[in-house]
């Protein structure tokens, strides 16, 4: 079975993003947030401990994974290249926004990735 298919794998990247009404503090997610309600959450929790396949999930839980997986997913992928110029996520954040939006466009730039995609629909 494909690894990125199983609920344990991206459940456990997206659990932590669901609930958040801002998802990141370094990337500017654009969308609805929270991807699920605070009503939701326990039975989300529940839903990715009990399930294998992530097309076993409900709809509504496989959309809000696969959404928090990609948000996961690009938040990983820019603390590493903040990480390979030595710059700790604090030491980003306190970065002028002109330096912050700098390094976020090259690391867009870097990893071929699309501003568009900052967009979680």
């Known amino acids: ?60 839980f496989q959309k809000a994974t696969e959404k928090g997986n990609r948000i996961a997913l690009l938040e990983e992928g820019f603390q590493r290249y903040l990480e390979s110029y030595n710059i700790s996520v604090d030491a980003f954040m306190k970065m002028k926004n002109t330096d912050k939006s700098d390094k976020l466009m090259n690391w867009l730039n870097h990893d071929c990735i699309d501003f568009s995609q900052l967009t979680i629909k």
């Not at 456990?12 to 969308?31: D, E, H, M, N, T």
């Open 1 to 60: 079975m494909e690894r990125e298919r199983l609920v344990s794998v991206v459940g456990g990247r997206a659990v932590k993003y669901v609930g958040l009404k801002k998802p990141s503090q370094i990337i500017p997610f654009k969308g609805n947030f929270p991807l699920l309600e605070p009503y939701q959450i326990a039975l989300y929790n529940e839903a990715i401990q009990n399930t294998e396949k992530l097309e076993d999930l409900s709809d509504e």
